[in-house]
């Protein structure tokens, strides 16, 4: 077993008991107490490494020898965390290796985002779907400001039978009267729209 050194053990005990004392003779702050848990926190590594070599020693059953000095070479604490450390690398490298992770699991399936997913489900009626903003776009864009215009196109692609009359209202009416671009955002996103609009008929 390897050899231990009480004397730390003794002094931090010593800092403690004195540290505990003086700080009912001080008003309480911040700064009187870290170094007690400073202190704490040594005190408990010593002794888990202390109970980790009496625990060793029982299984070899050699006897413990606590009052000699520590040699020079005597693994501490930082060469004991850094060891498990390294344990601890080597064991999550075999594990990463072994186990997949989520995104791999699932980058194999196709990536719908949530406004994809809305954005492909049927519409029931076009003005409720066209907000504010994107109507006051389109009616200055797509209706040259007419915004009675608008309204009264909106409601008849709403009112039509089918996905083939609203594209050829679109197309043959809307499209030639104000003289649209078709490769346009705006016209595009109507499109869109209309398509939906119809896409349970």
Do not use: C
Request: proline content about 1%.
């Amino acid at each position: 077993m390897k050899e231990f050194n009480l004397n730390s053990i003794e002094n931090l005990s010593k800092d403690l008991s004195e540290g505990i004392v003086n700080l009912s003779n001080v008003d309480l702050q911040t700064q009187h107490i870290q170094p007690l848990l400073n202190s704490v926190r040594l005190l408990h590594e010593r002794l888990v490494i202390l109970q980790h070599l009496v625990d060793k020693n029982n299984e070899s059953n050699t006897q413990v020898d606590l009052n000699q000095k520590v040699e020079e070479n005597q693994i501490n604490l930082i060469d004991v965390i850094v060891e498990e450390e390294a344990k601890a690398e080597i064991t999550e490298k075999k594990e990463i290796k072994t186990s997949r992770s989520v995104n791999d699991i699932h980058s194999g399936s196709p990536q719908i985002s949530l406004a994809d997913q809305f954005g492909q489900q049927p519409i029931i009626d076009l003005n409720k779907e066209i907000g504010i903003n994107e109507r006051y776009l389109m009616t200055e864009n797509l209706f040259s400001g007419d915004s009675e215009a608008f309204t009264i196109a909106i409601t008849q692609l709403n009112q039509l039978n089918n996905h083939n009359d609203a594209l050829d209202y679109l197309k043959k009416e809307l499209s030639k009267k104000y003289n649209w671009n078709l490769k346009s955002n705006h016209v595009k996103r109507l499109f869109k729209l209309v398509e939906r609009r119809y896409q349970s008929r």
